[in-house]
């Protein structure tokens, strides 16, 4: 695996996709997904310039990016996958951004967990439009609750940021699309109704379906395999 030709690669990909659809050039960022990768690969992907990171599991994330942010002081990372409450508390701490926020009592968890270290934090919604595993908030009222709690002043450590979705896996392109402009949407509905916050990122988009994420409205697509190669789920 070459990572430096696999992230230009995707990159010239990214910038290609983003001509295609009419959006500026470097306005869809790239999450890289470093899960079930070691150390040493995610500091070659920094050292070819890659600064933000996904990683799903936070134990796992804890492991690797302690050692990395004291290293590289200017990297991001985000969390993608789904969170149980009881890792809230090392999710905030190695984190900059909670991707998957898919509950209220997640939300809840979160505040009391920055408020506990003084840190505000970002997150998306996670929004279920078709996947198969069904992560996700399924209705819209209820992110609608959320962030009219959170204008309320009841959750002053969040800082809420946009939307995530995941799509069907399919190579039905009819079905990927849907996905992703229900995404939008829903974006355009609250972005609507909270003029108060910048709702602005629509992270969707991975390494099969990344193209048709930007035509689609994608800010940011988070990609893995494409430039780590396969996971090795056995390690
Ligand atoms: C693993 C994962 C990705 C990256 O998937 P690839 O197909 O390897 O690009 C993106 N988003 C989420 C939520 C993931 O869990």
Redesign the pocket.
């Known amino acids: 695996m070459n990572i430096a030709e696999n992230l230009q690669k995707i990159k010239s990909q990214i910038n290609k996709a983003e001509k295609t659809a009419g959006r500026n050039e470097n306005s869809v960022k790239l999450v890289a997904?470093s899960?079930f990768h070691p150390v040493e690969e995610i500091e070659e992907a920094i050292k070819n310039g890659q600064l933000l990171f996904?990683e799903?599991r936070v134990q796992e994330a804890v492991q690797k990016f302690t050692q990395l942010k004291e290293k590289y002081p200017d990297i991001v990372l985000h969390i993608?996958?789904q969170l149980q409450s009881n890792k809230v508390k090392n999710a905030v701490k190695i984190s900059e951004c909670i991707q998957s926020v898919d509950r209220l009592a997640l939300v809840e968890e979160i505040e009391k967990q920055c408020a506990k270290i003084n840190k505000k934090i970002d997150i998306l919604f996670e929004f279920h439009t078709g996947e198969e595993s069904k992560s996700g908030f399924e209705k819209e009222e209820d992110i609608e609750q959320i962030l009219e709690m959170i204008k309320n002043g009841n959750f002053p450590h969040i800082n809420p940021k946009g939307f995530m979705t995941?799509a069907p896996f399919t190579q039905e392109q009819s079905l990927i699309k849907k996905s992703f402009s229900m995404l939008k949407n829903l974006q355009a509905k609250m972005q609507q109704k909270f003029p108060e916050f910048e709702l602005s990122e629509l992270s969707m988009g991975?390494?099969?379906d990344f193209e048709t994420a930007i035509a689609e409205g994608s800010t940011m697509v988070?990609?893995?395999?494409?430039i780590f190669g396969a996971r090795n789920y056995q390690a």
């Open positions: 997904v899960k996904g799903n993608i996958g995941m991975m390494s099969n988070r990609i893995g395999t494409a």
